[in-house]
């Protein structure tokens, strides 16, 4: 009969024979209450041992050996077989070739996770042919999980509202393993992020966004992952209602890193050396010129997508037009095709130096919105432009349209007034109003 222990005080066992099943519980070093529980059938009764199971783990009673283990033969070559399937799966967490073969070496091992990788790959391929039915696979994923739910998560169980559901907050899973978490309004999410990356089901996590309310939350998950090094991390998103610091010994732990995406009061990016990323958005209430500097000279071979929020309504160091110049003349970032740099009370010169750089010739996205443009620089960008394949530029109309305006129009498919795009409410967002005396810049002074 399985044992489980509660902070070396309580113990629980539960059985299931037939129809009944049996709880044993109590003190350690007492004999304990045992009940018995008859159900319809050896379905149902499976079903109420399985909820049993999950509640225990939620509530943190941890499985326990009531008798030491049989001895089992070290296999080294499974051992190094495994340890090359993950370092591909590692390099390629797309590879569905080595999920397939490392699921069928787990499932030889008696790893649940070995038969959920076979499962959710074929749901997926259900999904993919025909994305509005629920398939056979999809239909098996969800009962296997709800059965193995206790081994699959362990201590995890009790952050998780729906045990059963593998597409459910904060763990999102696929081929087997949890491929992203989701962390928002969590207790202690630095720990919680520290045992996922311990625990077998979360020790190849692709994706991992988390919102912090205060700085102490989001340096706590910053230096997890520091500590941790997820090596399959493809995506990191981070939003904090905070001023972060220096950032830079971050990245030295996510050389893999595809897809950045981060958002507070102000950070610094300290050396930002990310070859593989292909897109990044910094959003804070100033970008400062160190953090411009940061990316403007950061390596971007294959970058495609740029996103930056340079507006400052705050009394805080500012990001200029001379830190943002060298990005702009940049003739060695050959992916980049969606530029999008949001409230620089600068827009016209970067539009301007744009209309000139290497880059203008792949744009294929430009959004200038929230920013000023006048119409000199609207007329004077439309006539040296090289623009040749510029889809859509976002623009503010206010004191541009008429003649500038026009002229812009023949350097685009799409001039766009921005307030056809979404409100910018960073400053709601993070949490910073009119009244906030640390950010807002009194403007009687």
Not at 350 to 355: P, V
């Given at each position: 009969?399985?044992?489980?222990?509660?902070?070396?005080?309580?113990f629980w066992?539960?059985?299931?024979?037939g129809?009944?099943?049996?709880v044993?519980?109590g003190?350690?070093g007492?004999?304990g209450?045992?009940?018995?529980?008859?159900?319809?059938?050896?379905?149902?009764?499976?079903?109420?041992?399985?909820?049993?199971?999950?509640a225990?783990?939620?509530?943190?009673?941890?499985?326990?050996?009531?008798?030491?283990?049989?001895?089992?033969?070290?296999?080294?070559?499974?051992d190094?077989?495994?340890?090359?399937l993950e370092a591909?799966?590692?390099?390629?967490?797309?590879?569905?070739?080595?999920?397939?073969?490392?699921?069928d070496?787990l499932?030889?091992?008696?790893?649940?996770?070995?038969e959920?990788?076979?499962?959710?790959?074929?749901?997926?391929?259900?999904?993919?042919?025909?994305p509005?039915?629920?398939?056979?696979?999809?239909?098996?994923?969800?009962?296997?999980?709800a059965?193995?739910?206790p081994?699959l998560?362990?201590?995890?169980?009790?952050?998780?509202?729906d045990?059963?559901?593998?597409?459910?907050?904060?763990?999102?899973?696929?081929?087997?393993?949890?491929?992203r978490?989701e962390l928002?309004?969590?207790?202690?999410p630095?720990a919680?992020?520290?045992?996922?990356?311990?625990?077998?089901?979360?020790?190849?996590?692709?994706e991992?966004?988390f919102?912090?309310?205060?700085?102490a939350e989001?340096?706590?998950?910053l230096?997890?992952?520091?500590?941790?090094?997820p090596?399959?991390l493809?995506?990191?998103?981070?939003?904090?209602?905070?001023d972060?610091?220096?950032?830079?010994?971050?990245?030295?732990k996510l050389?893999r890193?595809?897809?950045l995406?981060?958002?507070?009061?102000?950070f610094e990016l300290?050396?930002?050396?990310?070859?593989d990323?292909q897109?990044?958005?910094?959003?804070?209430?100033?970008?400062?010129p160190?953090?411009?500097d940061?990316i403007?000279?950061a390596?971007?071979?294959?970058?495609?997508?740029?996103?930056?929020?340079?507006?400052?309504?705050?009394n805080t160091?500012?990001?200029?037009?001379?830190?943002?110049?060298?990005?702009?003349?940049?003739?060695?970032?050959?992916?980049l095709t969606?530029?999008k740099?949001?409230?620089a009370?600068f827009?016209?010169a970067?539009?301007?130096?744009?209309?000139q750089?290497?880059?203008a010739?792949?744009?294929?996205?430009l959004?200038?919105s929230?920013?000023?443009?006048t119409?000199?620089?609207g007329?004077?960008?439309?006539?040296?432009?090289?623009?040749?394949?510029?889809?859509?530029l976002?623009?503010?109309?206010a004191?541009?349209?008429?003649?500038?305006?026009?002229?812009?129009?023949?350097?685009?498919?799409?001039?766009i007034?921005d307030?056809?795009?979404?409100l910018?409410?960073?400053?709601h967002?993070?949490?910073?109003d009119?009244s906030?005396?640390?950010?807002?810049?009194?403007?009687d002074?």
């Open positions: 009969m399985p044992r489980y222990e509660l902070d070396g005080k309580l066992n539960v059985s299931r024979s129809t009944a099943v049996t044993t519980s003190k350690l007492n004999k209450r045992t009940t018995v529980r008859h159900h319809p059938s050896t379905a149902a009764a499976q079903v109420h041992h399985d909820d049993l199971v999950i225990k783990a939620r509530e943190g009673y941890k499985l326990v050996e009531t008798a030491p283990p049989e001895p089992i033969p070290v296999d080294r070559t499974a190094e077989r495994a340890d090359a591909r799966i590692v390099d390629d967490p797309e590879d569905s070739e080595a999920w397939m073969v490392y699921g070496l499932q030889r091992r008696g790893d649940p996770r070995g959920l990788v076979a499962l959710q790959i074929a749901a997926e391929a259900e999904r993919v042919a025909n509005r039915a629920r398939g056979a696979a999809q239909v098996a994923v969800g009962r296997y999980f059965t193995h739910a081994a998560l362990g201590s995890l169980a009790k952050h998780v509202k045990v059963r559901d593998p597409a459910a907050a904060p763990f999102l899973w696929r081929s087997g393993f949890i491929h978490a928002a309004a969590l207790d202690d630095g919680i992020v520290n045992e996922l990356l311990q625990h077998p089901s979360g020790r190849l996590l692709v991992l966004a919102k912090a309310d205060d700085r989001a340096v706590e998950v230096d997890a992952i520091a500590r941790m090094a090596p399959a493809r995506e990191l998103d981070l939003f904090a209602r905070a972060l610091a220096d950032l830079g010994n971050v990245w030295t050389p890193l595809r897809r995406y981060l958002t507070a009061r102000s300290g050396d930002l050396r990310l070859p990323v897109r990044a958005r910094f959003f804070a209430l100033a970008l400062s160190r953090c411009m940061s403007a000279t390596p971007w071979p294959v970058l495609e997508r740029l996103e930056l929020r340079l507006g400052n309504r705050y160091e500012s990001a200029a037009f001379e830190h943002v110049r060298p990005l702009l003349e940049r003739a060695d970032m050959p992916a969606h530029l740099i949001r409230g009370p827009a016209g970067i539009l301007r130096t744009l209309a750089s290497p880059l010739r792949q744009l294929l996205v959004d200038l929230h920013g000023t443009i119409p000199q620089d007329k004077t960008a439309a006539s040296s432009s090289r623009f040749t394949q510029l889809r859509e976002w623009i503010p109309f004191g541009l349209w008429a003649e500038g305006a026009r002229a812009l129009e023949g350097i685009t498919k799409h001039l007034n307030k056809r795009g979404p910018d409410t960073l400053e967002d993070l949490g910073v009119d906030d005396p640390e950010h807002y810049e009194d403007v002074e």
